[in-house]
């Protein structure tokens, strides 16, 4: 058993990328989660009068449904989704859309291979009968 497929494996650009992005992502993660936790959540708590989300919680009967720690989840969701979203989706297919190949408006006649529009019927330079393309 030799070692070759493993070391291509590994070697290969998409595993590398796949190994940036996960470094990123944590690294972005403990930025979003510092933001909301030391910033967003007192400015909130200052508004709403309460100093910590994670320790907001239901009373029914005897039990108790802690929410707080899910706000602060959903927060963080929203400005990481908000960000990749504006930051990296958007500016993504605006310039894909600039440089995105135009689709043709032409094709060649099959048989003296002049362009011709595709939805003709007749090529204009050999008269050949031609089935419009849409």
């Known amino acids: ?18 190994a940036v992005a996960v470094v990123i992502g944590t690294a972005f993660t403990a930025i ?17 009068g309460k100093p910590d989300f994670g320790s907001l919680e239901l009373q ?5 449904i802690t929410y707080g720690n899910f706000l602060n989840a959903l927060v963080s969701f ?15 297919e605006l310039l894909m859309t600039r440089f995105r190949p135009t689709e043709k408006e032409t ?19 050999c008269t050949t009968q031609l089935t419009p393309v849409s």
């Open 107 to 125: 094709r060649d006649c099959p048989e003296c291979l002049t362009e011709v529009p595709k939805a003709a019927t007749r090529c204009s330079a």
């Open 32 to 48: 979003v989660n510092s933001f909301v936790r030391d910033l967003l959540t007192p400015a909130i708590s200052a508004i709403a």
């Open 1 to 18: 058993m030799t070692m070759g497929g493993f070391k291509k494996f590994l070697l290969r650009g998409n595993v590398i990328e796949l």
């Open 78 to 92: 929203l400005i990481v989704a908000t960000v990749v979203y504006f930051f990296i989706v958007r500016p993504y």
């Open 60 to 64: 029914i009967g005897s039990a108790s």
